[in-house]
């Protein structure tokens, strides 16, 4: 098979190629390039047009996030938690929101854990029809882009209806959710579900079933199924090389082990299935989509009634709480002294290790031309890393 | 700029070890001298309906870029596109707060970009360090660092927004106010020792062009 | 890849044929969501300028400062939020939290400058286009970060309060207490509103953190009557409470009492400080009231040597024979009065001054003297028959009844008049098995009692005549002396003069009357200055005696200076103003006797 | 204006505003304590200052009165008929008091209003009406605020 | 206690399991043993997945806490094992070997608590700081908002009030001397 023939597994070993022999070039892949996404450098050494050896440079996002934390009351880091990872901030809101509740005792009504799940599927669908131009875009597709990021507006609409926020939501409160849902805004949902379901058949046509797109991506980034636990690899990264990990099946949090789905599962692993996959992961979205404005309870209160948020003190203890991003396990780490600041919260972002560690050695003997596809296949967000 | 300008001295490129010093350029930039009456507003005319966008997103405020690229907003029917390079520039948005890191990549590009050119600031952020006011790694007031030309509140605008910003932006050129790049050169041992202060490892041209 | 890989990418050309996604013109057609966390807007007559959005707001954009035309006052700080617009994330806790619930947001979200110092303004007070926007943020039904409802406090039912004189409010549990110091949002609003000026977030932080000792040290430091003020303070602040804008005030006399009741009396001394060292000096306070054993507590801090002289056989003023048993058991007030006397307090009771003692004579054996004698005089009705034998006065009768000797009101009684004594006396009698009627002459809203007294004494069982006009008292035909006829006349609130409250005009004809065993007047009460001769130097006007900030009346020579303090000087005339004004007076006295300043 | 009787009228004025003088002066004589003393000086200090007045504007031949008739609270109307105070009189005894002869001089002026057959001569008394009006009622205002607090 | 933890207690002396919650626990070993700990724990009781390293700034009593949380996907449930070092010489085995991303985590603690792991790939370079020259950052006595504003200018003319003392200034003045 060609995919077989294309696939390279490079070294564990870094090699040391030598500068000063003029057979290298060293050049810098970012920040400011189109085809990274978000902020981060990789400085390639490439012989002729292959690359032999990368290192990434990452912290231009850098701010300080687990120390502001530390400065801030529980409730005051709500606002500031979901500028983590911008594309994708509702994670951010609910794996805090959850860990505060589970450190606080706190058991949120019925309604906010569907309201919750609703949020979340929203958010994943959004962030995959980003990603899924930046996608097409790195492998020159740019008509892609032109209806993934209209059908991510069409989905933000809905955010901003029910929300009030159009990328930084700051819905997942501790305690609930901010608001109920306004009158009429399922049945929006669902018509905008309509339009982006039809879209994504085009899209899956004009760049799935694209010559240019299948050389390209095929056999590119291949990643062995060993690397899954050696690297830490989640979420599609990991699915797409038949290790059928999903933390929404496996933690069972909020809502979803009593929606309807199952994870989807690739074996070939390269950028083209990964791609694929996602795919399915859209459609898998907007029927949990369906399934949940199917089974939400329409009636009862949306939130639990907090202590007085500029005294709120959360008993001693330690906790982490992962959920199931668009990229793999994210999840909040927050450690309580029993005062009314976190002692500690450190952030688990996805992209730690699938945009440094296995980039780094994926990208050995990759075409510079490929470069920013396989960094795109592999749907990072720097932000995430560096807090 | 009619009045006597001194010669100053040539930079001295500290930051670099002495073999490299020469590859870059010595002199501080020049203000631009703006040709007479019609031509001059010609050519404001023809810049201001011409921005090209540094594509280089450098905070949050790069996410609505996106949309604006695209069809639903489309701005390339304003006359607005991005440019891969800053050589090929002449509008830089500044998304939103700038980590130290950045900052000095968003020197390093201002300077490279071609004049006139102007910069568009979004968010809290960049006029008085929004929510990363307590961060120990990100600046708060962008025009210490950079002159800038017009600021659009919110976190984050929207991309209308974004766009009522590149229509004031194309107002202030056709008035000829983009006065940004005159200012930088004007007081730019004013910027330099700013960006120095917060920089702690310049080891870069002291103009980068 | 086969075929349909080539084939299949030109299918995009069919959306050639469809609708753009493209919008227009972006910037007019796409108004923010009804939701849309835009720009601020706040309702600045709403609003009271706590600062609980500047402490919520993690960003530190908002300052508070002072709006043009609106000064400080009860309840409202006149300060308004500014929001920095270089620091905002919309993230909109501030309008979440915001106690008035004046704060919201527009839907508006296009600001463009390019001075970025503009992007600062006090939404409300400098105008801005989207204020009165009609959409936009704002918080939902049901969601707020602060409680609005008040931890509910433990009472007897009415039936059993009525039954007994056992104490109506049972106090909060360590729970409670918490729970309610909780809702405070440490604003300081009330502050201002309090006479003596009580550190009131630093005592109610002091319950949250659970530490009674650092409470009672700070009650103590304005007010060493914290049981008694704990129970029947006419609590100012909770009308100025920041919270109570958009909910329930925090109940802060209660938290009061709740610190007070925590620390037993022999605990006392370990938890307040010591005073200072014998000064030498002698003080001599007339009237052991709240105003006078306050101003003996903050003197015998200083180490001066206090004597209070009280015409009474108890201490306590009007806390012990104006206010019954049910409000303010014994125990309590002895509480307070106890720890004042364990400083070295002397209390000479039974000693009336002018009767017993000249005031002459106090300015010669001491080096200063305050006047803290209060109000004892009860004024009259002034109707024709106004001393008919079942004509009683308020006052005696609450006093009567803290001596515990017999009321005999008899079975039915009218109580006359609107103020605490009033209601005090109207529910002492239904205790006593009367069955009692409340005249007033204008009505329930324009009573001078506590909305919460006047609403008790109702649901005990008192009937409330509004707009009663007294004309006359008569015998009553059958019983001579033994019970009279009480009439009034029915009267309609008329807005005289703009701006005034209404006058209660009779209705002609009207005239009213019934027939009760007992009728007691509480209009009103005045001083007894009797005891103030003219060489005593102290000046008075219209039966004030005239004083400076300090209290002090009087530094002629041939005597000691003279303070006065309390209800006979001030106008606010409750417990809490006469601890307010001891305690200045003290400060003045101490200054005087150090020759510090004044 | 017919000048001896528009004298009359004042001096009549003038008698009234006198004997409240010596009313006060008297009171004053019966007082017992430094607090009665003061307060009733200073109410015979204000009627002091209405003889001064009056004098003056005979003087002028002129009446300078606002006719604005101040608002009737009632008061003085439903009082007690009038005691003699005693040694012992409470501010509400000299309120009062002070009251009710406001009340009496009000009520004559209007009597000599209600008969005077010259139009000039009945302005002067209705001015005197108004002006004992605003007497009265700045004492019933001292009695609402002060005495009757609570009713 | 569970098998688990005997078996931990048993041969590297962990102390103190914890359960957290139904599927997240806890347990404390001696910092020299982490190395060997986390081998057993990929190896044999089936942790095969690294979440995420970190530490904790106890600078009560001296020391910095690691934390290094581990998910067994099979039996779906977490272990977050936890270390102290001295907080004057913080030093730590590295387990680089052990898991591929572990150096990126050891550079970052590198970097932002000074915490030291012999032989870590790169664990000297520069992580997401550039010409950083102040301490460690995240540890709890590196003040942010002092750094800050000795560093970045701000925007001046910001003045606030406080309501109490504002109302003290305007209604009661002579309560303040």
Redesign the interface.
Same mark, same amino acid.
């Given at each position: 098979m060609r995919r077989e023939k294309q696939r390279v597994i490079p070294p564990a070993e870094r090699a040391t190629p030598d500068l000063d022999s003029g057979k290298y070039l060293v050049m810098w892949q970012g920040p400011q390039h189109p085809g990274i996404t978000g902020n981060m450098s990789l400085r390639l050494v490439a012989e002729g047009d292959t690359v032999v050896d990368c290192e990434t440079h990452v912290g231009y996002l850098h701010r300080g996030f687990e120390k502001l934390m530390e400065r801030r009351l529980y409730m005051q880091n709500f606002p500031l938690v979901c500028r983590i990872a911008v594309p994708e901030p509702d994670f951010n809101e609910y794996c805090y929101a959850a860990a505060l509740e589970e450190l606080a005792g706190i058991v949120i009504p019925e309604k906010a854990v569907w309201l919750r799940t609703l949020s979340l599927e929203m958010m994943r669908l959004a962030s995959f029809l980003m990603w899924i131009g930046g996608q097409a875009g790195a492998f020159g597709h740019g008509t892609i882009a032109q209806w993934s990021v209209t059908m991510r507006d069409y989905v933000l609409d809905l955010f901003e209806e029910l929300t009030g926020g159009r990328i930084y939501h700051m819905y997942i409160i501790p305690g609930g959710v901010r608001g109920d849902v306004p009158a009429g805004f399922y049945k929006r949902v669902l018509e905008t579900m309509a339009v982006v379901e039809k879209n994504l058949d085009d899209i899956e046509l004009v760049m799935f079933h694209n010559a240019v797109f299948k050389m390209r991506a095929e056999g590119l980034g291949y990643i062995p199924r060993d690397w899954v636990d050696h690297y830490g690899i989640t979420g599609p990264n990991a699915r797409a090389a038949g290790v059928a990990r999903d933390l929404r099946k496996d933690s069972g949090y909020l809502a979803y082990p009593r929606l309807d789905f199952q994870p989807i599962v690739g074996t070939e692993s390269d950028a083209y299935e990964r791609a694929r996959l996602r795919l399915g992961e859209m459609y898998q979205a907007i029927d949990l989509i369906r399934q949940i404005v199917d089974m939400a309870p329409k009636d009862g209160p949306f939130r639990e009634r907090l202590p007085n948020p500029l005294y709120w003190r959360i008993p001693a203890g330690e906790t982490y709480v992962s959920a199931e991003c668009t990229r793999g396990e994210y999840g909040f780490y927050v450690v309580s002294d029993g005062s009314d600041k976190p002692r500690r919260v450190a952030v688990r972002g996805p992209s730690y290790t699938h945009a440094v560690s296995v980039m780094e050695r994926l990208v050995r003997g990759v075409n510079i031309a490929d470069v920013a596809g396989l960094m795109v296949s592999l749907h990072t967000y720097p932000p995430e890393i560096e807090r | 700029m009619s009045e006597k300008k001194t010669i100053p001295a040539p930079l001295a490129n500290e930051g670099l070890p002495p073999e490299e010093r020469g590859l870059f350029c010595d002199a501080a930039p020049r203000e631009y001298e703006p040709a007479r009456g019609a031509w001059e507003r010609f050519l404001n005319w023809a810049r201001s309906e011409s921005l090209w966008l540094l594509g280089f997103g450098t905070g949050c405020g790069a996410i609505e870029l996106r949309p604006l690229m695209t069809s639903r907003f489309d701005m390339y029917r304003y006359g607005i596109q991005p440019r891969p390079t800053p050589r090929q520039s002449s509008v830089f948005v500044i998304g939103g707060y700038a980590s130290v890191k950045t900052l000095k990549r968003i020197v390093r590009s201002y300077e490279q970009m071609m004049g006139p050119k102007f910069v568009l600031a979004l968010g809290s952020c960049t006029i008085n360090g929004g929510m990363y006011w307590d961060s120990y790694n990100t600046i708060k007031r962008i025009d210490q660092y950079i002159p800038v030309d017009v600021y659009i509140a919110g976190c984050m605008p929207r991309p209308e927004a974004l766009l009522a910003g590149f229509q004031e932006l194309k107002r202030i050129i056709k008035s000829g106010g983009g006065e940004g790049q005159n200012e930088y050169a004007r007081n730019f041992d004013w910027y330099k020792a700013n960006q120095k202060k917060v920089i702690k490892d310049w080891n870069m041209p002291d103009y980068n062009w | 890849?086969d075929i349909?890989?080539?084939i %299949? /990418?030109f %299918?995009?050309w069919k959306?050639a044929f469809e609708k /753009?996604?493209? !919008?227009k013109k972006?910037?007019d057609e796409?108004p923010?969501? /009804?939701? *849309?966390?835009g720009?601020h807007m706040n309702d600045a007559d709403a609003c009271v300028?706590?600062?609980?959005c500047?402490?919520?707001?993690?960003?530190?954009?908002?300052?508070? &400062?002072?709006a043009a035309g609106r000064?400080?006052?009860d309840g409202d700080?006149?300060?308004r939020p500014r929001i920095?617009? =270089?620091?905002?994330? @919309?993230?909109? #806790?501030c309008v979440?939290?915001c106690p008035s619930g004046s704060l919201s947001?527009s839907n508006e *979200? &296009? @600001?463009?400058?390019? +001075?970025?110092?503009v992007?600062?303004y006090v939404p409300g007070v400098e105008a801005k286009p989207w204020d009165g926007s009609a959409l936009g *943020?704002r918080r939902?039904? =049901? *969601?707020r970060?602060? +409680?609005e409802d008040r931890v509910p406090m433990p009472e007897l039912g009415h039936a059993e309060a009525v039954a007994s004189f056992l104490e109506l409010v049972r106090g909060y549990s360590r729970a409670q207490a918490e729970k309610e110091a +909780?809702?405070? !949002?440490?604003?300081?609003?009330c502050?201002?509103s309090c006479p003596a000026?009580m550190d009131i $977030?630093g005592y109610i932080k002091a319950v949250?953190d659970g530490d009674m000792d650092e409470g009672l040290r700070l009650l103590y430091e304005t007010n060493p009557f914290p049981e008694a003020c704990g129970r029947v303070c006419t609590h100012r602040c909770e009308e100025a409470c920041s919270i109570g804008s958009g909910g329930d005030p925090v109940a802060i006399r209660w938290l009061k009492r709740y610190i007070a009741d925590q620390v037993e009396l022999s605990d006392y001394a370990k938890a307040l400080p010591r005073g200072a060292a014998p000064s030498g000096k002698k003080v001599a306070i007339v009237g052991a009231g709240p105003g006078g054993l306050s101003a003996a507590y903050y003197l015998s801090m200083q180490g001066h040597a206090v004597t209070v002289f009280e015409a009474e056989e108890a201490a306590g003023g009007m806390l012990r024979y104006g206010i019954p048993e049910y409000r303010l058991p014994y125990p309590a007030l002895d509480k307070d009065i106890g720890y004042i006397e364990s400083l070295g307090v002397s209390i000479s009771r039974g000693v009336s001054i002018g009767k017993d003692i000249e005031l002459s004579k106090l300015r010669t054996d001491f080096d200063a003297v305050y006047l803290s004698t209060g109000l004892p &005089?009860a004024? =009259?009705l002034? !109707? $024709?028959g106004?001393d008919h034998p079942r004509v009683l006065d308020g006052v005696a009768v609450l006093a009567r009844a803290t001596r515990g000797e017999e009321l005999g009101l008899g079975g039915r009684v009218a109580v006359?008049?609107?103020?605490?004594? %009033?209601m005090d006396a109207a529910r002492t009698a239904l205790r006593h098995g009367a069955t009692v009627d409340i005249l007033?002459?204008r009505r329930e809203e324009d009573m001078?009692?506590d909305a919460d007294e006047v609403r008790e004494a109702k649901a005990e069982g008192a009937r409330l005549v509004e707009k009663a006009?007294? #004309?006359e008292v008569r015998d009553a035909p059958d019983a001579a002396g033994e019970a009279a006829l009480f009439i009034w006349n029915e009267a309609t609130m008329v807005q005289?003069?703009p701006g005034k409250r209404p006058? /209660?005009?009779?209705i002609p004809g009207a005239v009213r009357e019934g027939r009760y065993d007992s009728i007691i007047a509480?209009? =009103?009460q005045? $001083?007894d #200055?009797?005891?103030? %001769?003219?060489s005593?130097g102290?000046? &008075?006007?219209?039966?004030r005696p005239v004083v400076d900030?300090f209290g002090m009346a009087t530094r002629a020579a041939g005597g000691a200076p003279v303070f006065a303090g309390g209800d006979l000087v001030n106008d606010r005339?409750d417990a809490i103003s006469a601890i307010a004004d001891g305690h200045r007076a003290a400060i003045g006295i101490d200054r005087l006797l150090y020759g510090k300043g004044a | 204006m017919d000048a001896t009787t528009f004298a009359a009228a004042l001096d009549l004025a003038l008698g009234r505003e006198k004997a409240a003088v010596a009313f006060y002066r008297e009171l004053s004589a019966m007082a017992s304590f430094a607090a009665q003393k003061s307060t009733l000086a200073e109410f015979m200090a204000m009627e002091e200052g209405h003889v001064a007045m009056i004098s003056g504007m005979k003087a002028k031949g002129s009446v300078a009165l606002s006719p604005t008739v101040a608002v009737d609270l009632g008061l003085a109307a439903r009082m007690d008929a009038e005691e003699r105070p005693t040694a012992g009189m409470t501010f509400q005894d000299i309120l009062v008091a002070a009251i009710k002869k406001e009340e009496r001089s009000g009520v004559l002026y209007e009597r000599l209003a209600e008969a005077a057959s010259q139009p000039g001569l009945k302005s002067v008394f209705e001015r005197l009406v108004a002006e004992e009006s605003r007497h009265k009622r700045y004492f019933e205002d001292l009695y609402e605020s002060e005495i009757s607090k609570d009713n | 206690m569970n098998e688990l933890a005997k078996e931990l207690a048993g041969r590297y002396g962990a102390r103190g399991w914890h359960d957290i919650r139904k599927d997240l626990a806890s347990v404390e070993v001696d910092a020299i043993r982490i190395r060997d700990v986390m081998a057993y724990l990929r190896d044999e009781a089936g942790y095969g997945h690294l979440s995420f390293m970190t530490a904790i700034d106890n600078i009560e009593r001296g020391a910095f806490t690691l934390s290094y949380a581990l998910r067994d996907h099979d039996a779906r449930r977490g272990l977050i094992v936890h270390a102290d070092v001295d907080r004057a010489e913080p030093t730590v085995d590295s387990i680089h070997l052990l898991w591929g991303q572990a150096w990126t985590y050891q550079r970052e603690m590198r970097e932002w608590f000074g915490i030291d792991f012999p032989g870590s790939p790169r664990v000297d370079e520069e992580f997401v700081l550039e010409g950083w020259e102040g301490p460690p950052m995240m540890r709890r006595d590196f003040d942010s908002l002092a750094y800050s504003d000795a560093t970045y200018a701000e925007r001046p003319g910001r003045v606030t009030h406080d309501p109490a003392s504002h109302m003290r200034e305007k209604l009661y003045p002579e309560a303040a001397q």
């Amino acid at each position: 098979m060609r995919r077989e023939k294309q696939r390279v597994i490079p070294p564990a070993e870094r090699a040391t190629p030598d500068l000063d022999s003029g057979k290298y070039l060293v050049m810098w892949q970012g920040p400011q390039h189109p085809g990274i996404t978000g902020n981060m450098s990789l400085r390639l050494v490439a012989e002729g047009d292959t690359v032999v050896d990368c290192e990434t440079h990452v912290g231009y996002l850098h701010r300080g996030f687990e120390k502001l934390m530390e400065r801030r009351l529980y409730m005051q880091n709500f606002p500031l938690v979901c500028r983590i990872a911008v594309p994708e901030p509702d994670f951010n809101e609910y794996c805090y929101a959850a860990a505060l509740e589970e450190l606080a005792g706190i058991v949120i009504p019925e309604k906010a854990v569907w309201l919750r799940t609703l949020s979340l599927e929203m958010m994943r669908l959004a962030s995959f029809l980003m990603w899924i131009g930046g996608q097409a875009g790195a492998f020159g597709h740019g008509t892609i882009a032109q209806w993934s990021v209209t059908m991510r507006d069409y989905v933000l609409d809905l955010f901003e209806e029910l929300t009030g926020g159009r990328i930084y939501h700051m819905y997942i409160i501790p305690g609930g959710v901010r608001g109920d849902v306004p009158a009429g805004f399922y049945k929006r949902v669902l018509e905008t579900m309509a339009v982006v379901e039809k879209n994504l058949d085009d899209i899956e046509l004009v760049m799935f079933h694209n010559a240019v797109f299948k050389m390209r991506a095929e056999g590119l980034g291949y990643i062995p199924r060993d690397w899954v636990d050696h690297y830490g690899i989640t979420g599609p990264n990991a699915r797409a090389a038949g290790v059928a990990r999903d933390l929404r099946k496996d933690s069972g949090y909020l809502a979803y082990p009593r929606l309807d789905f199952q994870p989807i599962v690739g074996t070939e692993s390269d950028a083209y299935e990964r791609a694929r996959l996602r795919l399915g992961e859209m459609y898998q979205a907007i029927d949990l989509i369906r399934q949940i404005v199917d089974m939400a309870p329409k009636d009862g209160p949306f939130r639990e009634r907090l202590p007085n948020p500029l005294y709120w003190r959360i008993p001693a203890g330690e906790t982490y709480v992962s959920a199931e991003c668009t990229r793999g396990e994210y999840g909040f780490y927050v450690v309580s002294d029993g005062s009314d600041k976190p002692r500690r919260v450190a952030v688990r972002g996805p992209s730690y290790t699938h945009a440094v560690s296995v980039m780094e050695r994926l990208v050995r003997g990759v075409n510079i031309a490929d470069v920013a596809g396989l960094m795109v296949s592999l749907h990072t967000y720097p932000p995430e890393i560096e807090r | 700029m009619s009045e006597k300008k001194t010669i100053p001295a040539p930079l001295a490129n500290e930051g670099l070890p002495p073999e490299e010093r020469g590859l870059f350029c010595d002199a501080a930039p020049r203000e631009y001298e703006p040709a007479r009456g019609a031509w001059e507003r010609f050519l404001n005319w023809a810049r201001s309906e011409s921005l090209w966008l540094l594509g280089f997103g450098t905070g949050c405020g790069a996410i609505e870029l996106r949309p604006l690229m695209t069809s639903r907003f489309d701005m390339y029917r304003y006359g607005i596109q991005p440019r891969p390079t800053p050589r090929q520039s002449s509008v830089f948005v500044i998304g939103g707060y700038a980590s130290v890191k950045t900052l000095k990549r968003i020197v390093r590009s201002y300077e490279q970009m071609m004049g006139p050119k102007f910069v568009l600031a979004l968010g809290s952020c960049t006029i008085n360090g929004g929510m990363y006011w307590d961060s120990y790694n990100t600046i708060k007031r962008i025009d210490q660092y950079i002159p800038v030309d017009v600021y659009i509140a919110g976190c984050m605008p929207r991309p209308e927004a974004l766009l009522a910003g590149f229509q004031e932006l194309k107002r202030i050129i056709k008035s000829g106010g983009g006065e940004g790049q005159n200012e930088y050169a004007r007081n730019f041992d004013w910027y330099k020792a700013n960006q120095k202060k917060v920089i702690k490892d310049w080891n870069m041209p002291d103009y980068n062009w | 890849m086969d075929i349909k890989d080539f084939i %299949a /990418p030109f %299918a995009v050309w069919k959306r050639a044929f469809e609708k /753009p996604f493209t !919008v227009k013109k972006p910037i007019d057609e796409r108004p923010g969501a /009804p939701r *849309y966390r835009g720009f601020h807007m706040n309702d600045a007559d709403a609003c009271v300028g706590c600062g609980t959005c500047e402490a919520i707001c993690m960003n530190n954009a908002i300052d508070l &400062v002072p709006a043009a035309g609106r000064e400080a006052k009860d309840g409202d700080s006149g300060l308004r939020p500014r929001i920095d617009y =270089g620091r905002c994330c @919309w993230c909109a #806790l501030c309008v979440d939290i915001c106690p008035s619930g004046s704060l919201s947001m527009s839907n508006e *979200y &296009v @600001w463009i400058d390019r +001075d970025p110092d503009v992007f600062r303004y006090v939404p409300g007070v400098e105008a801005k286009p989207w204020d009165g926007s009609a959409l936009g *943020y704002r918080r939902a039904e =049901g *969601y707020r970060l602060l +409680d609005e409802d008040r931890v509910p406090m433990p009472e007897l039912g009415h039936a059993e309060a009525v039954a007994s004189f056992l104490e109506l409010v049972r106090g909060y549990s360590r729970a409670q207490a918490e729970k309610e110091a +909780d809702r405070c !949002v440490s604003c300081g609003l009330c502050i201002a509103s309090c006479p003596a000026h009580m550190d009131i $977030p630093g005592y109610i932080k002091a319950v949250r953190d659970g530490d009674m000792d650092e409470g009672l040290r700070l009650l103590y430091e304005t007010n060493p009557f914290p049981e008694a003020c704990g129970r029947v303070c006419t609590h100012r602040c909770e009308e100025a409470c920041s919270i109570g804008s958009g909910g329930d005030p925090v109940a802060i006399r209660w938290l009061k009492r709740y610190i007070a009741d925590q620390v037993e009396l022999s605990d006392y001394a370990k938890a307040l400080p010591r005073g200072a060292a014998p000064s030498g000096k002698k003080v001599a306070i007339v009237g052991a009231g709240p105003g006078g054993l306050s101003a003996a507590y903050y003197l015998s801090m200083q180490g001066h040597a206090v004597t209070v002289f009280e015409a009474e056989e108890a201490a306590g003023g009007m806390l012990r024979y104006g206010i019954p048993e049910y409000r303010l058991p014994y125990p309590a007030l002895d509480k307070d009065i106890g720890y004042i006397e364990s400083l070295g307090v002397s209390i000479s009771r039974g000693v009336s001054i002018g009767k017993d003692i000249e005031l002459s004579k106090l300015r010669t054996d001491f080096d200063a003297v305050y006047l803290s004698t209060g109000l004892p &005089v009860a004024y =009259g009705l002034e !109707v $024709p028959g106004e001393d008919h034998p079942r004509v009683l006065d308020g006052v005696a009768v609450l006093a009567r009844a803290t001596r515990g000797e017999e009321l005999g009101l008899g079975g039915r009684v009218a109580v006359i008049g609107g103020g605490n004594v %009033a209601m005090d006396a109207a529910r002492t009698a239904l205790r006593h098995g009367a069955t009692v009627d409340i005249l007033y002459r204008r009505r329930e809203e324009d009573m001078p009692a506590d909305a919460d007294e006047v609403r008790e004494a109702k649901a005990e069982g008192a009937r409330l005549v509004e707009k009663a006009i007294p #004309l006359e008292v008569r015998d009553a035909p059958d019983a001579a002396g033994e019970a009279a006829l009480f009439i009034w006349n029915e009267a309609t609130m008329v807005q005289k003069e703009p701006g005034k409250r209404p006058v /209660p005009e009779p209705i002609p004809g009207a005239v009213r009357e019934g027939r009760y065993d007992s009728i007691i007047a509480a209009i =009103g009460q005045g $001083p007894d #200055l009797s005891f103030i %001769a003219e060489s005593d130097g102290v000046p &008075v006007k219209r039966f004030r005696p005239v004083v400076d900030s300090f209290g002090m009346a009087t530094r002629a020579a041939g005597g000691a200076p003279v303070f006065a303090g309390g209800d006979l000087v001030n106008d606010r005339k409750d417990a809490i103003s006469a601890i307010a004004d001891g305690h200045r007076a003290a400060i003045g006295i101490d200054r005087l006797l150090y020759g510090k300043g004044a | 204006m017919d000048a001896t009787t528009f004298a009359a009228a004042l001096d009549l004025a003038l008698g009234r505003e006198k004997a409240a003088v010596a009313f006060y002066r008297e009171l004053s004589a019966m007082a017992s304590f430094a607090a009665q003393k003061s307060t009733l000086a200073e109410f015979m200090a204000m009627e002091e200052g209405h003889v001064a007045m009056i004098s003056g504007m005979k003087a002028k031949g002129s009446v300078a009165l606002s006719p604005t008739v101040a608002v009737d609270l009632g008061l003085a109307a439903r009082m007690d008929a009038e005691e003699r105070p005693t040694a012992g009189m409470t501010f509400q005894d000299i309120l009062v008091a002070a009251i009710k002869k406001e009340e009496r001089s009000g009520v004559l002026y209007e009597r000599l209003a209600e008969a005077a057959s010259q139009p000039g001569l009945k302005s002067v008394f209705e001015r005197l009406v108004a002006e004992e009006s605003r007497h009265k009622r700045y004492f019933e205002d001292l009695y609402e605020s002060e005495i009757s607090k609570d009713n | 206690m569970n098998e688990l933890a005997k078996e931990l207690a048993g041969r590297y002396g962990a102390r103190g399991w914890h359960d957290i919650r139904k599927d997240l626990a806890s347990v404390e070993v001696d910092a020299i043993r982490i190395r060997d700990v986390m081998a057993y724990l990929r190896d044999e009781a089936g942790y095969g997945h690294l979440s995420f390293m970190t530490a904790i700034d106890n600078i009560e009593r001296g020391a910095f806490t690691l934390s290094y949380a581990l998910r067994d996907h099979d039996a779906r449930r977490g272990l977050i094992v936890h270390a102290d070092v001295d907080r004057a010489e913080p030093t730590v085995d590295s387990i680089h070997l052990l898991w591929g991303q572990a150096w990126t985590y050891q550079r970052e603690m590198r970097e932002w608590f000074g915490i030291d792991f012999p032989g870590s790939p790169r664990v000297d370079e520069e992580f997401v700081l550039e010409g950083w020259e102040g301490p460690p950052m995240m540890r709890r006595d590196f003040d942010s908002l002092a750094y800050s504003d000795a560093t970045y200018a701000e925007r001046p003319g910001r003045v606030t009030h406080d309501p109490a003392s504002h109302m003290r200034e305007k209604l009661y003045p002579e309560a303040a001397q």
